[in-house]
């Protein structure tokens, strides 16, 4: 049964380092769409209407009988993926830290070095690279609340007006 366990652990290894090396391409990527959402709002400095880095004020403007319940939905899906990366990405790395482990402690124990080494480095890597994609996704995740909440303070001045 442990030896069940063990081929079970070994086999997850390489999709949760695929995992991981996926996330923080993905980071990468969410961290240059946020900068050129903050260029189009530096260029389109005013959120009351509908302009280039103003994702929800833009729905609100194109959607005629949209409520601002339906709003938030459509902001917090905006938010969705980037938020799952933050929260998964870190847990892949710690898969990836204890999977390795188990042959370097066996390898220590025969005294093979090399062998600890080799289990050592994909355990560090990937616990590394996971949490600098867990890193930059709650980075651009708090960013974009932040904005996505300004835009929504804009909506219901507007809705209060009309």
Do not use: C, D
């Not at 994609?133 to 904005?147: D, E, N, Y």
């Not at 804009?154 to 809705?159: F, P």
């Amino acid at each position: 049964m442990e030896n069940l366990a063990y081929q079970i652990s070994q086999i997850l290894l390489q999709p949760v380092l695929i995992g991981i090396y996926l996330s923080f391409v993905y980071a990468v990527i969410e961290v240059g769409r946020m900068a050129a959402l903050s260029w189009l709002r530096s260029q389109h400095a005013q959120p009351e209407q509908a302009q280039p880095g103003y994702p929800i004020l833009s729905y609100f403007k194109m959607q005629k009988q949209v409520t601002l319940n339906e709003i938030e939905v459509y902001a917090l899906r905006q938010l969705e993926n980037v938020r799952i990366v933050t929260r998964i990405t870190p847990m892949l790395g710690l898969i990836a830290t204890l999977i390795p482990m188990g042959p370097a402690l066996v390898a220590l124990q025969e005294n093979n070095t090399y062998a600890m080494g080799e289990h050592m480095a994909v355990a560090f890597t990937a616990v590394t690279i996971s949490l600098a994609a867990a890193s930059l996704t709650f980075w651009v995740a708090s960013i974009k609340k932040r904005w996505f909440a300004e835009e929504l303070v804009e909506i219901e001045k507007q809705l209060g007006e009309g």
